[in-house]
Antibody, heavy 119, light 106 residues
Framework: QVVQSGAEVKKPGASVKVSCKAS????????ISWVRQAPGQGLEWLGW????????NYAQKLQGRVTMTRDTSTSTAYLELRSLRSDDTAIYYC??????????????WGQGTLVTVSS | SYELTQPPSVSVSPGQTASITCSGD??????ACWYQQKPGQSPVLLIY???KRPSGIPQRFSGSNSGNTATLTISGTQGMDEADYYC?????????FGGGTRLTVL
């Protein structure tokens, strides 16, 4: 399973860091993808990080504002989003992904973390 | 950028078969996945690699993918299947989701 950190409220221009702790499988055998869902909207893929070597692949839309990291000692992945805007308000999900980062589905999802950006 | 197109809504009567389509340029050349999301819950993987079901997913859910269209078929639709459904595929190293289809069981 994957368990995420709690809800966050941030002001425009601030940064947020969401964590995703994995258990029940070998963390380094898979990747973690991050997906967000704005209120009433569909799913948007944000990027992927390898659990093995930390290699990342980000959605072009967020290039320069997003950083994904992981800590293999605690089997935890992190998403940091900077220069927050009101349209970053969304539920952020992490999900277990294929080790290649370019195929497969997302089979285990976290419970979601609500990030609210408001002045 | 690559796009996947789904109908916004599909309606079905209980016990009937529901089909939800997902269209994209040469989608059949890639593997498609399908997810179910109920209100207030995280998405659940229903179908991967076009036709495979993860453990625990009922047999009434099936998938196909050919040409430019992937299809999720729900046979013997039940009231509990009322949810949003999303297709997903990979375009190079970018995962792309369809816009989602709300299935209503009338």
């Amino acid at each position: 399973q994957v368990v995420q950190s709690g809800a966050e409220v941030k002001k425009p221009g601030a940064s947020v860091k969401v964590s995703c702790k994995a258990s029940g499988y070998t963390f380094s055998d898979y990747g973690i993808s991050w997906v967000r869902q704005a209120p009433g909207q569909g799913l948007e893929w944000l990027g992927w990080i390898s659990g093995y070597n930390g290699y990342t692949n980000y959605a072009q839309k967020l290039q320069g504002r997003v950083t994904m990291t992981r800590d293999t000692s605690t089997s935890t992945a992190y998403l940091e989003l900077r220069s927050l805007r009101s349209d970053d308000t969304a539920i952020y999900y992490c999900a277990r992904a294929d080790s290649s980062g370019r195929s497969g589905g997302f089979d285990y999802w976290g419970q979601g973390t609500l990030v609210t950006v408001s002045s | 950028s690559y796009e996947l197109t789904q109908p916004p809504s599909v309606s079905v009567s209980p016990g009937q078969t529901a089909s939800i389509t997902c269209s994209g340029d040469r989608l059949g050349d890639e593997y498609a996945c399908w997810y179910q999301q109920k209100p207030g819950q995280s998405p659940v993987l229903l179908i991967y690699q076009d036709t495979k079901r993860p453990s625990g997913i009922p047999q009434r859910f099936s998938g196909s993918n050919s040409g430019n269209t992937a299809t999720l078929t729900i046979s013997g639709t039940q009231g509990m299947d009322e949810a949003d459904y999303y297709c997903q595929a990979w375009d190079s190293s970018t995962a792309v989701f369809g816009g989602g289809t709300r299935l209503t069981v009338l």
